[in-house]
């Protein structure tokens, strides 16, 4: 029987695990491969070791890529965990119109990145802002403000675009959460005399915590990977100080054609990855075991 | 004190609530907006006294027009429509009977090749386009559909088959022992009782892998070169601007018309999708 079965899932996984290994695993050592030869396009390459990598740590844009990911990372991550779980709250309590409510907030999320991103950078057109518009109506501003094209504020609009879009991820997936929550803890902590507050901190994010690792570590790793967002606002500049490893390793790799120094640069994310899956899957096999 | 109360829900519901629903929503009136917005009005510096940026006084459709009829935006749909469909349903079909054999089949390394698929389903796309796209070169099938229509499922399959695999075993066992012992074989119990048990799972899965691949942008940058064959995001973005030159109504008229299958989509299936999000992180 046991043998029987075996051979059956067998059957039934292997489509699965052809596309997989065709497309994932082949890619990846391959990756790795290109990553230690200097290959170029139209030319094949041999190996040199890890001189690529020590080229690109020794390469001050890429350091600044990678700088940029971390915090374009851990600022936006911590926005979208603030925002979301503020909106799922807000989503919790009965109103009028929530189903309508829910629908039309997911929409950032749905709608194509790049097209969205497209509607962003119009609004963050220099010379036709809606919101240096908005500013200077409101007296805040009096000369316009070069939303993508001041090095600082452009990483900062990019983040702005980029937790915009995640908030509703974030909201509807602790929503989630938050509605398996027994309401009658929370009365009980009513009835034990703990505040609004306190019936947060010592009711709800404990048990919102599970499902708040798992949204935040796939975040993470969705963040740490972007390209889209900074390849339609600004491509990397002004003057590539808002590469991310994604867009500089498109840039090296696609752009100059160094395939070789691009696929370092793009393996160059792996250990961090590594790391944010890693502690991932113990994190599950630790809540499942509880 | 019931004043208070309700001037209370003002400050702390409907204001907070209101503010999100504004900023999450103005980018896709501000889209709609500019799509209809003559050419002289939409080129109004910010701070030009004419400058009326929340309405129209002349709406046209030049812009749709222009976008028609002097781009390849037809053909961008079909394309990004045709590979979309068909990297869902190969995922779809690999994730129903893999998720099948994943939450109900007993065999050696099953752990193993469950966290296996789910470690893939975390590697991004940004990570293997490179040596992904020497592949797809090596293989001919650079600049066709085939080059999407293969990877896709990359990222969609190992969702598919985690979110089905957890639709799997809400569904009991004892359907399916139910109908062996009645004299249906494996195959037949699997088909027949199973399957259509899980098709508001399969619809949640097929749904999220749509939208997936209508989003997806890098793969389809890096392995299309021609006009014709491009899909609407890289299609847009491409050849719609003219190195600093950024023809806005067309972008936007395009931004806003290749949104729409995924907002139909979307609307008949909005508890469905809900599902696919939720569970896509609960696994």
Redesign the interface.
Known sequence: M?ER??A???W??V???A??TL??A???V??VW?SVTNTVVGEPGHFIGLHNFTKIFNDSIFRTAALNTFVYTGVTTVFKLA?GL??AL?LN?H?RGK?W????????????????T???K??F?P????F???F?KLSIINS?INWLGDPELAMASIMTVNV?RG???YA??LL?GLQTINPDLHEAAAIDGANRWQRFWHVTWPLLLP?TM??VL?SI??T?????LV??LTGGGPANATHL??TY??QI??GTGL?SE??AI??A??PA?LL??VF??WY?RRVENR | MIEGAKWKKWLWFYLPMGMFILGLLFPFYWMAVTTVRPDRELYRPWNHPLYSPFWTTHPTFDHIKNLLQETLFDRWMWNTMLIALAATLISLLCGVIGGYALARLRFRWAGLLGTAIFVTYLVPQTLLFIPLADIIRDYHIGDTPWALILTYPTFLIPFCTWLMMGYFKTIPKELEECARIDGATRWQAMLYIVFPIAVPGILSAGIFAFTLSWNEFIYALVFLSSPEQKTVPVGVVSELIRGDVFFWGPLMAGALIGSIPVAIVYSFFVEYYVAGVTGSVKG
């Open positions: 046991l079965e075996g059956l899932a067998f039934l996984l489509p699965t695990l596309l997989l497309f994932i082949y890619p990846f391959r990756g290109l925002l503020w909106l807000l309590r109103f189903a409510v829910r629908a039309f907030i997911l929409l950032p999320f749905i709608i194509p990145t790049v097209l969205s497209l509607a962003w119009w609004m057109d010379t036709f802002s809606v240096n518009w908005l200077w316009r915009w908030v509703p991820f509807i997936s989630a499902v798992v949204v796939f790793i969705q740490f990977a972007d390209f889209q390849y339609v490893f994604a390793a498109y790799g696609v395939l691009g696929a793009s393996l994310m792996f990855l944010v899956v991932q899957l599950i």
